[in-house]
């Protein structure tokens, strides 16, 4: 139901946007959130959007340069991934949470109960 897409090799500073397409529609989920696992790392989370007046929240290691955003008309999410450094290097994940515990504790991946496939996202220094 949903598939992530947009990953690939940039080199420090650049850009990149993934795309979080849900075949029921992203508007269904009270969350779509977007997570990451480093090589050799636990997965760990990245930012999220809320339903309820499109909130969204981001870790303090991505704030100011990560952008999460949602076109329902496209039934998808998108996180804007801007001045990337080698140590955001990840497979990235989105995922889609149904219930209002979804939405209240977005932070964690036990609040998901839909998930992507990940893209790898590998900056260069």
């Known amino acids: 139901q949903l598939q992530a897409s947009g990953g690939g090799l940039v080199q420090s500073g650049g850009s990149l946007r993934l795309s979080c397409a849900a075949s029921?529609?992203?508007?269904?989920?009270?969350?779509v959130g977007w997570f990451r696992q480093p090589p050799g790392q636990e997965r760990e989370f990245v930012g999220a959007?809320?339903?309820?007046?499109?909130?969204?929240f981001y870790a303090n290691s991505v704030k100011g340069r990560f952008s999460i955003s949602r076109d329902t008309a496209k039934n998808t999410a998108y996180l804007e991934m801007n001045s990337l450094k080698p140590e955001d290097t990840a497979v990235y994940y989105c995922?889609?949470?149904?219930?209002?515990?979804?939405?209240?504790?977005?932070?964690?991946?036990?609040?998901?109960?839909?998930w992507g496939q990940g893209t790898q996202v590998t900056v260069s220094s």
């Open positions: 029921g529609g992203t508007f269904s989920f009270v969350v």
């Open positions: 959007i809320r339903r309820r007046g499109d909130r969204t």
């Open positions: 995922a889609g949470g149904r219930t209002s515990d979804s939405g209240a504790y977005y932070y964690r991946s036990d609040a998901y109960d839909h």
